[in-house]
């Protein structure tokens, strides 16, 4: 039988690292997950055959949590609105971290003779996933909209650090002290640990929340690695490498893409910086629907540039209606899609994944940057710092330095706003008062409709 265990583990994980290769390309992406569902079914299925599992008592109550848990996981899942779909990764992941260190809590409350090394990862693992879990909470009530200021003070690194430093302290005590660790001492690391993770995240301003939810997911999964070190569980170990693994390169290639470190992004306050930001010059000036109409209908290229706002008037559907009806009149339509655009790794990707957009269509920052000269018309919907042109010229502005779509150098500009306001991340933005550029103010749901009965006209 422990054969039979172990092969379903072999298959589990041969099934994750498909399903995660299959997920790297849009166009399999959904049976990437299948499979990787797949794999979870088996590795799940196969522990209840564990030896272990044979000398525990509530396995019930085992089978009655897996089976509230997957409904409740349905249910949210069925009924989510794609706005939304940030803030269930974020929470779903940090259940993940939450989990791996209620594993760890209970290993190490039990103190059941654990070798050195099993009690070492067992503290790793329960302090990575710890702060994952309390940390993903926080960022899950910031997109949600429950937390709705960043919190700063002063010296805050400087009291983040003492405390990192206090955790890592009793961590160590913990992880070489054999089982002469008191219960007193282990509530003190979890809690620290608990407020690790919520005092990194409350000065996250919403412009690195892509970033940050990336890290908490890479944190999870190596905390589940450990946890399955610990349980002698190799579906969890690989799992948790793969995922680990994974979530670590997608947090490197954001950072990359807003060309910050990881570190500027976790111990520096976005939004600060030590001169004054360059005077906006110019003024917004307004256009109506029925001119923005005629100037696509007859361009010869126009390329899109979704960001949050399209998310948030769920206009992914009508955006394409408006392309399906360019492409009627013999116009070129692309999409351009910045990597930290939206409130998630790959949210553009997903809402025009949704609306049935061919993917050969849609085109990231270095594929498609060097064809804005060349472009007639530029849309912009609802994205703010990915195409702030302050980025380049600006060396005190929060975002200089950072890599943006290049939106500014189209012959025209049309940005589809709600509002005057500025962005998410509170940075004024020099492209919305060029002399290019005209504003096209309202929902882009009912922008987007306009201007798709305006071109039908045409």
Sequence with gaps: MDFIVQASYFAAAVLFIYGLKKMSSPSDARKGIVWAGIGMVVATLATFFHPAVHHIDNIILIVIAMGLGGYLAWVSGKKVAMTDMP??????NGLGGGAAALIAA????????????????????ALIGTMAFSGSLVAYAKLQGIMRKTIRF???????????????????????????????????????????????????????MPVIISLFNALTGLAVGFEGYVLENPAMMIAGIVVGSAGTLLTQLMAKAMNRPISNVLFSNFGETSGDAQEVTGSMKEIEAPDVAVMMAFADKVIIVPGYGMAVAQAQHKIWELVKQLQEHNVTVKFAIHPVAGRMPGHMNVLLAEAGVPYDIIYDLDEINEEFPTTDVTLVIGANDVVNPAARTDPNSPIYGMPI????????VIVIKRGKGKGFSGIENHLFFADNTRMLYGDAQQVANDLVANIKEI
């Design 87 to 92: 803030q269930m990764v974020a929470l779903y």
């Design 106 to 125: 209970v290993e190490l409350i039990r103190q059941d003779n654990m070798s050195q090394i099993v009690q070492i990862l067992a503290v790793i693992g």
């Design 154 to 208: 002063p010296k805050q690194q400087l009291v983040n650090g003492t405390v990192f430093l206090t955790t890592v302290a009793l961590g160590l005590m913990i992880a070489f002290g054999g089982s002469d660790y008191s219960m007193l001492g282990l509530f003190i690391f979890f809690m620290l640990a608990l407020a690790l993770g919520v005092m990194m995240t409350v000065p996250i301003g919403g412009a690195d």
């Design 405 to 412: 779509l290049n939106a500014d150098k189209s012959k025209n």
